[in-house]
T-cell receptor, first 111, second 112 residues
């Protein structure tokens, strides 16, 4: 069974540009989470989908971040416009009510 | 808010035991987890413990939970060079939310 996949693995963009990250959860998992780790700090929760609905988006830093999960399958996280402080590793995780399984992350660098 | 703390670095010699410590502040934790991140890879769930347990053992891994002191530890017996990685402690709390609260991670270096 395939695990959680994320695309791209790395992204380098300039300040002010737009980037879209994608996460494909484990098939059949209703719960999908986004987390972010800024360099050297803890991994912080961003938001949680249950199927296509946002269950909790209390961790989203500001309105430059937009997450979607149309159809309740894969999810995208768009950052527009990107700022320097958005650099970090963005992790996606999925679960079916219990243990969360994480993807490899997308390393975002904003120059 | 929830606060999970870990020391940043730990070095051990190959064959020794490693003990990685974690403290947390929220007494309503339900599950506590240990995740491992190897270089260039994602987070791999190593083990977890339910909050009403004191200890869990899984091969070379032993998790100890002191709920009174809000202290969690991960002991790796006979540490190998392949155990070099960043280890994250995480908790989930009983508020109905399912998100995890992570520590900063402890970078374990195993010296041959």
């Amino acid at each position: 069974e395939a695990g959680v996949t994320q695309f791209p693995s790395h992204s380098v963009i300039e300040k002010g540009q737009t980037v879209t990250l994608r996460c494909d959860p484990i098939s059949g998992h209703d719960n999908l989470y986004w987390y972010r780790r800024v360099m050297g700090k803890e991994i912080k929760f961003l938001l949680h989908f249950v199927k296509e609905s946002k269950q909790d988006e209390s961790g989203m830093p500001n309105n430059r971040f937009l997450a979607e999960r149309t159809g309740g399958t894969y999810s995208t996280l768009k950052v527009q416009p990107a700022e320097l402080e958005d650099s970090g590793v963005y992790f996606c995780a999925s679960s079916q009510g219990g243990t969360q399984y994480f993807g490899p992350g997308t390393r975002l660098t904003v120059l | 808010g929830e606060d999970v703390e870990q020391s940043l670095f730990l070095s051990v010699r190959e064959g020794d035991s490693s003990v990685i410590n974690c403290t947390y502040t929220d007494s309503s934790s339900t599950y506590l987890y240990w995740y491992k991140q190897e270089p260039g890879a994602g987070l791999q769930l190593l083990t977890y413990i339910f909050s009403n347990m004191d200890m869990k053992q899984d091969q070379r891994l032993t998790v100890l939970l002191n709920k009174k002191d809000k202290h969690l530890s991960l002991r790796i017996a006979d540490t190998q060079t392949g155990d070099s990685a960043i280890y994250f402690c995480a908790e989930s709390i009983a508020t109905g939310a399912n998100n995890l609260f992570f520590g900063t991670g402890t970078r374990l270096t195993v010296i041959p």
